[in-house]
């Protein structure tokens, strides 16, 4: 069984990958032996990627057999070859930021009213800080002008994916180095250039 | 042990990592992609923990009355 792991648009795909042809783009695949697990698709992912100038990839927690894969892009090429074209040469930087300790615990609230008013302060307070983290990241970010960029806040942590260029991902990497400072209560992690995960919208709506 | 307040992390080195954070980054980027099927396996460090297999309607309400077999009920009208 061959397991299906994004598009592209070269014909020639590093092994044990394997491409097959799906209209104007390649369906990239590789033997089930190869792409079990989502960790062994994301590194099949990574490899394609040091080859591969554009890579539209397929979630690698999923996994779909490569006929259904073909039969799935057929009904929707238009979209596929528009995606690519975005993304040609993307990859992609993510930012994530978690608090570096738990907050502190409360005191026993008085009541419901006086606990209430304590959540209410709690959850202003992570607002305000999150919104000091974004600030932060988004001066660091300035000089780098991505193609694109996501965000994705969860619990109270933040998550900011940039989208730039293949060539330009070593050089906007280092620009962050030497101008991200570390964020007082914050742990900061840079991480990249994976292919564009975040960036695969096809304008399709669920 | 503590994170560190800032770090710089090639993607091998975090999907080959066993630690809290890396462990975490990687997986919130493994349902990330394109989704065919929404067939999800949720991973935890790589341990299959969870399986959910979800068929997506992709379609508008009126491409999707246009799809119908049969024409919807006319109102009954007095012979």
Known sequence: ?206 | MADPPLRFVRPEEALSSREGTLVELVDGLLARGVVIRGEIWLTVADVELVFLRLDLLLTSPEALAADRPFPPASPLRPS
């Open chain 1, 1 to 206: 069984m061959m397991i299906a792991l994004g598009l592209t648009v070269s014909r020639f795909v590093p092994p044990p990958c394997q491409a097959l042809r799906c209209g104007g783009f390649q369906l990239v695949c590789a033997p089930l032996a190869e792409a079990g697990s989502p960790r062994d698709r994301m590194r099949l992912h990574l490899d394609c990627a040091r080859w591969l100038p554009t890579l539209l990839p397929f979630a690698p927690a999923e996994r779909t057999g490569a006929e259904q894969a073909v039969l799935w892009c057929a009904a929707r090429r238009d979209r596929i070859e528009a995606a690519l074209a975005r993304l040609e040469g993307g990859r992609q930087l993510s930012l994530a930021a978690g608090p570096v300790a738990e907050p502190p615990a409360q005191p026993q609230a008085a009541g419901g009213a006086d606990w209430l008013r304590r959540r209410a302060a709690l959850l202003r307070e992570r607002a305000q800080a999150l919104e000091r983290l974004r600030a932060e990241l988004g001066t660091a970010c300035e000089g780098l002008a991505p193609r694109d960029r996501r965000e994705d806040s969860r619990g109270d942590g933040l998550r900011l994916h940039l989208l730039v260029g293949r060539e330009e991902a070593a050089a906007a990497l280092e620009r962050l180095r030497q101008g991200l400072a570390p964020v007082p209560g914050w742990s900061l992690t840079v991480s990249g250039p994976w292919p564009p995960y975040d960036f695969t919208d096809l304008g399709e709506v669920a």
